[in-house]
């Protein structure tokens, strides 16, 4: 069973670019979540997507955008890209009811200079 | 590649100790629990999980307990192994809802 996959696994950018990252969740899998990782602030929280509608969403500026397409797949954009945008970007996809089989991503590490 | 433990607690400890680590939850509608391992360069990988109707439940040399009157949780790792080194994070969640809030994380270095 293959296991939820992120491309790219690294990217470069420069500030006041704009970026897509890409998920594909387990197959069976309707729900894709994402978190943006750093060393001073952790884990936090995204968005979520579910049935192509966004379900939930953390508190990050309207320069964090995603999407989901009919068969599960999402992208997550970032626009105007600032320093404070490096990070490593994780998706974690489950069946949608609650966090039971939540499957994280190895994550896109992104680096903006 | 960039550490995410940088600014991590730290928990050293020989391999063959058994070692805990401790997690503080912040929401007391949370029903259920995760604790993760992260590696370096991956993503966070699933140890065990526990509901909120349990205090305690164990795995293969591991074990989650859930103390809900003072909202901690806690993960102990029996004859802990060169290869548990990484860093430990806990997660809670609202079954309501498909989203997890994550603690901090606890860096475990384990010394052969």
């Known amino acids: 069973k293959a296991g939820v996959t992120q491309t790219p696994r690294y990217l470069i950018k420069t500030r006041g670019q704009q970026v897509t990252l890409s998920c594909s969740p387990i197959?069976?899998?309707?729900?894709v979540s994402w978190y943006q990782q750093t060393p001073g602030q952790g884990l936090q929280f995204l968005f979520e997507?579910?049935?192509?509608?966004?379900?939930n969403k953390g508190n990050f500026p309207g320069r964090f955008s995603g999407r989901q397409f009919s068969n599960s797949r999402s992208e997550m954009n970032v626009s105007t890209l600032e320093l404070g945008d490096s990070a490593l970007y994780l998706c974690?996809?489950?069946?949608?009811?609650?966090?039971?089989?939540?499957?994280f991503g190895s994550g896109t590490r992104l680096t903006v200079v | 590649g960039e550490s995410v433990g940088l600014h991590l607690p730290t928990l050293s400890v020989q391999e063959g100790d058994n070692s805990i680590i401790n997690c503080a939850y912040s929401n007391s509608a949370s029903d259920y629990f995760i604790w993760y391992k992260q590696e370096s360069g991956k993503g966070p990988q699933f140890i065990i999980d526990?509901?909120?109707?349990?205090d305690k439940r164990q795995g293969q040399r591991v074990t989650v307990l859930l103390n809900k009157t003072v909202k901690h949780l806690s993960l102990q790792i029996a004859a802990t192994q060169p290869g548990d080194s990484a860093v430990y994070f806990c997660a809670e969640n609202d079954s309501g809802y498909s989203t997890l809030t994550f603690g901090k994380g606890t860096m475990l270095l384990v010394s052969p």
């Open positions: 997507y579910f049935s192509e509608t966004q379900r």
């Open positions: 526990i509901r909120s109707n349990m």
């Open positions: 197959s069976g899998h309707r729900s």
């Open positions: 974690a996809s489950s069946r949608g009811q609650g966090a039971d089989g939540y499957t």
